[in-house]
């Protein structure tokens, strides 16, 4: 039912239709339940997984009409849940290259209402999540936010005044009243105070997310390349260096992912066109040891086995395994969502030349529940988490989740 279409160093351990909904996005596994936010469905499901062989889907929790929360974060019991719109259900985006390739406020029409911010959600009891509060952020939503539990959050957020999402901190000292005390953004995303738009025509400078470890962020912003800030001063971040390889590459940065004890960045640029229309991007390795001076040094083998830009859909990366406290963590094994080909281990041992080690395809959704015309049906592995124990919990927009086992070499 569930047989890989390929696989190597990586098994099949159990499968989860998320309680009838199959749409997963973010996936977070916190002491023995994961919580999946949802592309389509508009919520995010709480699947109890304390025995991966056997997950069971306990609670799903519903957003406002036409609000989706597909990105979501774990902590010291409390679940924060971004909210913006559910664009792949509105009409102006059915042509999914409206979204990539343009900023939000040229391609967004509001056409329906939805919420907009983050709601945060007490977990103590994960099979009836509560909702403490609702930070409404007014704009066009939150794409992702980075917290490991304590008092900052750092959100990518549209706001009013600015031409697509930037990087906010937020301060989550009194859950209950969480406010934002900084923020940042590339020249020219702000529209007002007579800042001159700066984006290339058919590209989009917007903050997917930032990871934050040992007091620096790494922002990563679609076409506009990666940042490293000083959070000495989280209320006044500090830009330490801004790098950019969108053009003559794909562009599309999803995750800027550190490996700070040996002065790494790995960068996952994101697949945003179908058929590798735009080309194949790229997974790149950058030497930070003078953070002001990021230098690129190697790229992660591209899957090899078949064609996969004639596949359908999506082919290229989309995330990484972010190494979150409480998870699998290492500095030289990636693990890297690649859509139709599934998901990707690598050895980055030697960091000039990183190998792959093992993959898992899986098969086809076996329905379909991305309604846009001629939606591919095919896999789009979009993200992971990755356990003390190696266990992958692997989402797809349509084929629900697999729990995988990596074997190693």
């Given at each position: 039912?569930?047989?890989?279409?390929?696989?190597?160093?990586?098994?099949?351990?159990?499968?989860?239709?998320?309680?009838?909904?199959?749409?997963?996005v973010q996936?977070?596994?916190?002491?023995?339940?994961?919580?999946?936010?949802?592309m389509?469905?508009?919520?995010?499901?709480?699947?109890?997984?304390?025995?991966?062989?056997?997950?069971?889907?306990?609670?799903?929790?519903a957003?406002?009409?036409?609000?989706?929360?597909?990105?979501?974060?774990?902590?010291?019991?409390?679940?924060?849940?971004?909210?913006?719109?559910?664009?792949?259900?509105?009409?102006?985006?059915?042509?999914?290259?409206?979204?990539?390739?343009?900023?939000?406020?040229?391609?967004?029409?509001?056409?329906?209402?939805?919420?907009?911010?983050?709601?945060?959600?007490?977990?103590k009891?994960?099979?009836?999540?509560?909702?403490?509060?609702?930070?409404?952020?007014?704009?066009?939503?939150?794409?992702?936010?980075?917290?490991?539990?304590?008092?900052y959050?750092?959100?990518?957020?549209?706001?009013?005044?600015?031409?697509?999402?930037?990087?906010?901190?937020?301060?989550?000292?009194t859950?209950?009243?969480?406010?934002?005390?900084?923020?940042?953004?590339?020249?020219?995303?702000?529209?007002?105070?007579?800042?001159?738009?700066?984006?290339?025509?058919?590209?989009?400078?917007?903050?997917?997310?930032?990871?934050?470890?040992?007091?620096?962020?790494?922002?990563?912003?679609?076409?506009?390349?990666?940042?490293?800030?000083?959070?000495?001063?989280?209320?006044?971040?500090?830009?330490?260096?801004?790098?950019?390889?969108?053009?003559?590459?794909?562009?599309?940065?999803?995750?800027?992912?550190?490996?700070?004890?040996?002065?790494?960045?790995?960068?996952?640029?994101?697949?945003?066109?179908?058929?590798?229309?735009?080309?194949?991007?790229?997974?790149?390795?950058?030497?930070i040891?003078?953070?002001?001076?990021?230098?690129?040094?190697?790229?992660?083998?591209?899957?090899?086995?078949?064609?996969?830009?004639?596949?359908?859909?999506?082919?290229?990366?989309?995330?990484?395994?972010?190494?979150?406290?409480?998870?699998?963590?290492?500095?030289?094994?990636?693990?890297?969502?690649?859509?139709?080909?599934?998901?990707?281990?690598?050895?980055?041992?030697?960091?000039?030349?990183?190998?792959?080690?093992?993959?898992?395809?899986?098969?086809?959704?076996?329905?379909?529940?991305?309604?846009?015309?001629?939606?591919?049906?095919?896999?789009?592995?979009?993200?992971?988490?990755?356990?003390?124990?190696?266990?992958?919990?692997?989402?797809?927009?349509?084929?629900?989740?697999?729990?995988?086992?990596?074997?190693?070499?």
């Amino acid at each position: 039912m569930h047989k890989a279409d390929s696989a190597s160093n990586i098994s099949f351990v159990a499968y989860s239709d998320q309680g009838g909904r199959p749409d997963g996005v973010q996936v977070i596994v916190h002491e023995g339940f994961a919580y999946v936010g949802h592309m389509f469905s508009d919520g995010f499901s709480v699947i109890d997984v304390r025995d991966p062989r056997h997950p069971k889907a306990v609670a799903f929790v519903a957003m406002p009409p036409n609000t989706r929360s597909h990105h979501l974060q774990v902590a010291d019991n409390l679940l924060l849940a971004i909210n913006g719109p559910s664009i792949w259900t509105l009409a102006q985006f059915q042509d999914q290259s409206k979204y990539f390739a343009r900023t939000l406020t040229d391609s967004m029409d509001r056409e329906l209402s939805f919420a907009a911010g983050i709601r945060i959600y007490d977990v103590k009891n994960p099979s009836q999540p509560r909702e403490i509060t609702f930070m409404a952020i007014p704009g066009l939503g939150v794409n992702r936010i980075w917290w490991v539990g304590g008092r900052y959050a750092y959100v990518a957020a549209h706001m009013e005044g600015y031409t697509d999402h930037i990087m906010a901190v937020v301060d989550l000292a009194t859950p209950e009243r969480p406010e934002i005390v900084s923020k940042w953004w590339l020249s020219g995303q702000r529209n007002q105070g007579g800042e001159a738009p700066s984006v290339p025509k058919g590209r989009r400078h917007a903050a997917h997310h930032a990871i934050v470890e040992g007091g620096f962020a790494y922002g990563a912003w679609r076409d506009g390349g990666v940042t490293i800030h000083d959070l000495s001063n989280p209320l006044e971040p500090e830009l330490v260096s801004h790098v950019n390889w969108c053009p003559p590459f794909t562009g599309g940065t999803h995750t800027a992912l550190p490996l700070v004890d040996r002065h790494l960045l790995v960068v996952a640029d994101e697949a945003t066109t179908v058929d590798c229309a735009n080309g194949i991007p790229r997974i790149w390795v950058l030497d930070i040891r003078a953070p002001d001076k990021p230098v690129p040094i190697s790229t992660l083998p591209v899957p090899l086995g078949q064609d996969y830009c004639k596949k359908g859909g999506k082919f290229g990366p989309h995330n990484l395994h972010e190494n979150r406290p409480g998870s699998f963590q290492s500095s030289e094994l990636i693990f890297a969502t690649y859509l139709n080909a599934g998901v990707r281990a690598y050895d980055l041992w030697d960091p000039f030349r990183p190998r792959e080690t093992a993959h898992y395809v899986p098969p086809a959704p076996e329905r379909m529940i991305d309604s846009r015309p001629n939606a591919p049906h095919v896999i789009q592995s979009g993200d992971l988490f990755v356990d003390r124990d190696g266990l992958i919990y692997l989402t797809d927009p349509n084929a629900g989740l697999y729990v995988l086992q990596y074997e190693g070499e």
